[in-house]
């Protein structure tokens, strides 16, 4: 399919997942630090790291390319969900790992100033409102 630019839609969907995956691993590597300033152990850490790896890197970009600012919206399709039906691994249990995680992780984005406050309040609703029906669901 080529788009009005003349470029191929998958090659543009490339270059702009590439960018955004350089920029999610700077974010990464400033949830890690924010992580061991908290005293959180390395086994913590380290599952804290993989959900939302997996959340911005894999779900994020699914689809379309999606920068973490977007993904404060997108939390109820992936635990409600992509999660439920795509990871053999999903339980109760690591639904509300990865709630945990992600609720951390955006904390951390809106305290470095990549997220909006209004963001992060609406990620905030959506996990405490969702996760119900989330766990029913995958139950």
Known sequence: MIDSDGDESYERYEREASAIRKKNEA???EFEDYLNAKGLSAKTIE?????VDFYINTYL???EANGIDAGCTMVNGFLGSFFI????WSTPATIRQNAASLKKFYKCMLEKGHITKDDFDYLQVEIKEGMP???EACE
């Open 27 to 29: 974010h990464l590597k």
């Open 47 to 51: 599952r804290h790291l993989e959900n």
């Open 61 to 63: 970009l699914y689809e």
């Open 85 to 88: 039906r795509k990871c053999m």
């Open 133 to 135: 029906e989330w766990i």
